[in-house]
Nanobody, 119 residues
Framework: QVQLVEAGGGLVQPGGSLTLSCAAS????????MGWNRQAPGKQRELVAT???????NYADSVQGRFTISRDNAKNAVYLQMNSLKLEDTAVYYC?????????????WGKGTLVTVSS
């Protein structure tokens, strides 16, 4: 019984910035890797960024240098700082985490938060 809930989506102009947050709650023993994916209208969901337990991170080429993923292990939370936003960044952003709970180790997904980049 673990849930991830995203927050921080909204409307932003091209070139602007936005920060997304995601917190896991429930019966959690440990959170391993966490990440963000996104799905633009009419397109498949794609990976945006991942972060391991030690803080090392990986980014999609399309967001490299513009987005920064971070985490707070004490809060079981993951964040995505988005800078220099482009129209093509418009999507529903989903957070995820690999979580060890009382019933096993599973990948849990949030329900998403909408980011709209528009002038």
């Amino acid at each position: 019984q673990v849930q991830l809930v995203e927050a921080g989506g909204g409307l932003v102009q091209p070139g602007g910035s936005l920060t997304l947050s995601c917190a896991a709650s429930g019966s959690i023993f440990r959170v391993y890797s966490m990440g963000w994916n996104r799905q633009a209208p009419g397109k498949q969901r794609e990976l945006v960024a991942t972060i391991n337990s030690d803080g090392s991170a990986n980014y999609a080429d399309s967001v490299q240098g513009r987005f920064t993923i971070s985490r707070d292990n004490a809060k079981n939370a993951v964040y995505l700082q988005m800078n220099s936003l482009k129209l093509e960044d418009t999507a529903v952003y989903y957070c995820n985490g690999e979580i060890q709970s009382g019933v096993g180790r599973i990948r849990v997904w949030g329900k998403g938060t909408l980011v709209t980049v528009s002038s």
